[in-house]
């Protein structure tokens, strides 16, 4: 199983960007999380199969998460980029929801990670 991210980079505050990850097979949840050094990772977006999707408060609004199931690829479109944004975001999936959903708070359930993409917001 792999998950390959792709799309990070630097940009200024308020910029955009598009982040993508490709697995290689299918999953039933997917998700986008973020670590910075030191600091506990955290949840950022989930979306599943049926189409139900998880937020972290901080981006509720800015980023959106999709998928293409034919693909096996995930996505998010992040706008109004701020320093806080700056981390490297992961990739995630799994096997199975959880009770039909993924909360971005339950991150340590993800099965399988990717390597991560870095984002940097100056």
């Known amino acids: 199983v792999q998950l390959v991210e792709s799309g990070g980079g630097s940009v200024q505050v308020g910029g955009s960007l598009r982040l993508s990850c490709e697995a290689s097979?299918?999953?039933?949840?997917m998700g986008w999380f973020r670590q910075v050094l030191g600091k506990e990772r955290e949840g950022v977006a989930t979306?599943?199969?049926?189409?139900?999707?998880d937020y972290l408060d901080s981006v509720n609004g800015r980023f959106i998460i999709s998928k293409d199931d034919a693909k096996r690829s995930l996505y998010l479109e992040m706008t109004g980029l701020k320093p806080e944004d700056t981390a490297t975001y992961l990739c995630?999936?799994?096997?199975?929801?959880?009770?039909?959903?993924?909360?971005?708070?339950?991150?340590?359930?993800?099965?399988?990670w990717g390597q991560g993409t870095q984002v940097t917001v100056s």
């Open positions: 995630a999936a799994r096997r199975q929801g959880l009770g039909g959903t993924w909360p971005v708070r339950r991150w340590t359930e993800g099965m399988y």
């Open positions: 097979v299918s999953f039933v949840c």
């Open positions: 979306i599943c199969r049926n189409g139900r999707t």
